[in-house]
C-alpha cells in the first residue's frame, strides 16, 4: 500500500475509534453507524447487534484468513490496515 492510502486508512481508523484506545469495538461502533437504520433491523428480522457484529465481522474474518486466532470482536490499526491492502 503506497503511503497516501495508508495515511488515508490511519486517518479513517482514529475517526472509527471514538474512544482512543487504539481499537474499534462494539460501543466505537454504535457512535458511527446508526444499525436502527438498517432494513433487516427495521423489518425486526434482525436487532442492532447482530448488525453491528456483522460490521465488525467482516474485518475479523479478512484478518483471520492469516491470523486464526485472532478473533475477539475488536479491530486493531494492523487488522485495519491489511483489509485495506
Request: charged fraction near 35%; aromatic fraction near 12%; include cysteine.
Amino acid at each position: 500500500m503506497n503511503e497516501f492510502r495508508r495515511n488515508l486508512c490511519i486517518q479513517a481508523f482514529k475517526v472509527m475509534d471514538k474512544t482512543n484506545d487504539g481499537k474499534i469495538d462494539i460501543s466505537d461502533i454504535k457512535i458511527v453507524f446508526k444499525a436502527n437504520k438498517h432494513p433487516d433491523v427495521m423489518m425486526g428480522k434482525r436487532t442492532e447487534n447482530d448488525v453491528l457484529y456483522e460490521f465488525l465481522d467482516t474485518f475479523e474474518a479478512n484478518y483471520a484468513v492469516k491470523h486464526p486466532d485472532s478473533r475477539d470482536r475488536t479491530i486493531e490499526l494492523t487488522e485495519w490496515l491489511e483489509y485495506y491492502n
